[in-house]
């Protein structure tokens, strides 16, 4: 008895966490495709095959399940760009295949990018939370760029590393704006031209440099 | 008759450019003290020594004069980052001007760009006038790093141009908010971190290269 599942899909129960996905799927979808402010919780419990009593039961009101999806893409992304760079790689293949994997994310989700990640940057409850992950980011990259540094038997005070990393993540978020306002873009193409940029720089650019990955 | 010229303070009269430039001192340095929404009309006027009928007379409301001082601001910034990377000099130095004069600015008003700039990066009616403010910028670099290569008697793409300039001011960006947030940071400091990325780039950054002003 203890195993019975009853076939009635009306009685399915899907555990919490599955069914916090759905909602935060469909949270996501609804806040990229209209705007944080016209989003409706009508349509976010519709589009998840939910309640709204539940949606709010689960995750709360709007400016909750907002931050909610702010905090799972977020941390999507940075994971997809530490996954992709990988520790073993040389310092300059890692930069490229993270800022890659970013601006695959992007370019993924343009909407998304321009809902959650730029229309928020400024609106006091969202900010301190995007703040918070963009520290995030910005350790993931000086923590790169320290293994590339101890590699070569150097070191540089914390605080460089985090104004470069800052640098890099600024450059990089001016760019994916530009990309998810560029819907012809290649996201592919914006990443070797970060990369140009954040490898190289102006001047090594203005002298006609290329990098070009080694797979490429 | 004609030159005559009342000697009663009660009665000066300002030319209007004046007035307003008086007014827009005053909202700056009272926008920048409280943030957008808590500024009152009341102390702008109190503090520009002016009644508050006749700020909404010359500037509108509080949203239009929250614009102009944006506008004015931002022109500012720019001119000074434009005045500063004369034509006749070395792209280096150019750049590393402009940054000097960028984040001196910046280091000058860290709670104005907070409130001016930062806060504001999301909000729609102030995202849409930050955004032609900062193409703006963009066309500034943009045509600095033009100037460099048709010295070389090289061409680069404008949309080539356009995304390393995107990518260099989405920087700069990124670390004068890094800079507000740290009042004991040394602007001139900050604006020689910023040109070592992106004029060496991570690549040389990593090699253990510097890059020096000829004047330091």
Chains 1, 2 share one sequence.
């Not at 293949?93 to 994310?105: M, P, V």
């Amino acid at each position: 008895m203890l195993a019975r599942v009853s076939t009635n899909p009306a009685f399915k129960r899907l555990p919490r966490a599955v069914r916090e996905q759905q909602m935060l799927d469909a949270a996501v979808k609804v806040f990229s495709r209209r705007g944080y402010h016209a989003a409706s919780m009508d349509e976010i419990a519709e589009d998840a095959g939910i309640s709204k009593p539940m949606v709010y039961a689960y995750l709360g009101p709007k400016e909750d399940l907002f931050v909610a999806c702010l905090h799972r893409e977020c941390t999507r992304m940075i994971e997809a760009i530490a996954g992709a760079a990988a520790p073993d790689l040389p310092p300059d293949e890692r930069l490229w295949r993270g800022l890659r994997a970013f601006f695959g994310f992007v370019g993924a989700h343009r909407d998304g990018w321009s809902v959650l990640y730029r229309q928020t940057r400024g609106e006091p409850p969202f900010a301190g939370q995007l703040a918070t992950m963009r520290a995030r980011m910005v350790e993931v990259i000086a923590g790169m760029l320290d293994d590339a540094l101890r590699a070569q038997g150097r070191e540089v005070r914390e605080t460089d590393l985090e104004v470069i990393a800052y640098a890099l993540v600024g450059a990089s978020e001016s760019l994916a704006d530009w990309l998810a306002d560029n819907p012809t873009a290649d996201p592919e193409k914006t990443a070797t031209r970060m990369m140009n940029v954040a490898w190289l720089g102006a001047g090594q650019l203005i002298e006609g440099a290329v990098w070009r990955p080694a797979d490429g």
